[in-house]
């Protein structure tokens, strides 16, 4: 992967998790070519587990010359009544996210 493409290595990017796209705020552009059009994807894969973990991963690339940008790995993981999101990737930052899957709190539903 490449130090010259982005300005910031991993920036924190708080609850934000993002499993496609790119932060373009973070790309200088294309050292190799120089262009600053737009960031394609490629070699995406992505796991399911049964238990409906999920790890999307793909690889920032340049559309004009195919310079490779960034590694990109995005998961989504089901932890009892929680859903649990994350990103790391040199591009895009670093974010972390939980959801309640509950509609209410689930004190209150206690109550009936
Ligand atoms: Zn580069
Ligand atoms: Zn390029
Ligand atoms: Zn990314």
Redesign the pocket.
């Given at each position: 992967m490449c130090v010259k493409c982005w300005k910031q290595r991993m920036p924190d990017r708080g609850t934000t998790c993002?499993e496609k796209g790119?932060?373009l705020m973070n790309y200088v552009g294309c050292h190799q070519c120089q262009a600053r059009a737009s960031i394609g994807e490629k070699d995406q894969t992505k796991q399911e587990e049964e238990n409906g973990d999920e790890v999307i991963t793909f690889t920032?690339v340049c559309t004009e010359c195919e310079h490779e940008i960034?590694a990109?790995t995005y998961q989504f993981s089901i932890e009892e009544e929680f859903q649990e999101y994350s990103m790391e990737?040199n591009?895009?930052g670093h974010g972390e996210a939980t959801v309640s899957i509950l509609p209410n709190d689930p004190r209150e539903q206690q109550l009936f």
């Open positions: 993002l790119a932060y920032h960034a990109h990737c591009l895009c």
